[in-house]
């Protein structure tokens, strides 16, 4: 079954230090998430993206957050400056169409850890 | 965000019993509503989702139950594995919003052989 892959799995970096999580969404999928969980909390939506652009994002999702797809298979997360608190769970997602007949799948998230 | 709210963080059940996870929400422009399952170092796997318009769907042993006046929703595992052992999300999402979705908090289900 396709899956959502996503690299690193863990990446340590340094607060003030530029990250950028990888993520391949599946084939034909057309909407990709970004979603976070900070241990401890909930899974919280950072973003989403559609038609090469991004079609909704949280308050959370400032300028120090940007994603990209590069090419026709990767869905990136960058975020320029790092902070203590983005240490979190990062997930990715992605889905054919919008919906609950639609759903989202996700990867197997990368565990960031900043000190 | 309080908008979606398991209020169970954990269930322990016998195998072969049933388990009732549920779920509570407050947004009524939600349009559907969707349970996961997370097992440790894994992302969550999407299980099984309702309509708003609808007060049943069943797939299987998984059966999500829709009370919209209550702003309710409940699943529904029978009979319950050992494989089940879990962490389950309720989440929401409303086409209006972008489809992103609302997670509550999780319920950690333990099912005893």
Not at chain 2, 88 to 101: D, E, I, M, R, T
């Amino acid at each position: 079954e396709p899956e959502v892959t996503q690299t690193p799995s863990h990446q340590v970096t340094q607060m003030g230090q530029e990250v950028i999580l990888r993520c391949v969404p599946i084939s034909n999928h057309l909407y990709f998430y970004w979603y976070r969980q900070i241990l401890g909390q909930k899974v919280e939506f950072l973003v989403s993206f559609y038609n090469n652009e991004i079609s909704e994002k949280s308050e959370i999702f400032d300028d120090q957050f940007s994603v990209e797809r590069p090419d026709g298979s990767n869905f990136t997360l960058k975020i320029r400056s790092t902070k203590l608190e983005d240490s979190a769970m990062y997930f990715c997602a992605s889905s054919y169409g919008q919906g609950g007949n639609q759903p989202q799948h996700f990867g197997d998230g990368t565990r960031l850890s900043i000190l | 965000d309080q908008q979606v709210k398991q209020n169970s963080p954990s269930l322990s059940v016998q195998e072969g019993r049933i388990s009732i996870l549920n779920c509570d929400y407050t947004n009524s422009m939600f349009d559907y509503f969707l349970w996961y399952k997370k097992y440790p170092a894994e992302g969550p796997t999407f299980l099984i989702s309702i309509s708003s318009i609808k007060d049943k769907n069943e797939d299987g042993r998984f059966t999500v139950f829709l009370n919209k006046s209550a702003k309710h929703l409940s699943l529904h595992i029978v009979p319950s594995q050992p494989g089940d052992s879990a962490v389950y999300f309720c989440a929401a999402s409303a086409v209006a919003a972008g489809n992103k979705l609302t997670f509550g908090g999780g319920t950690r289900v333990l099912v005893k052989p």
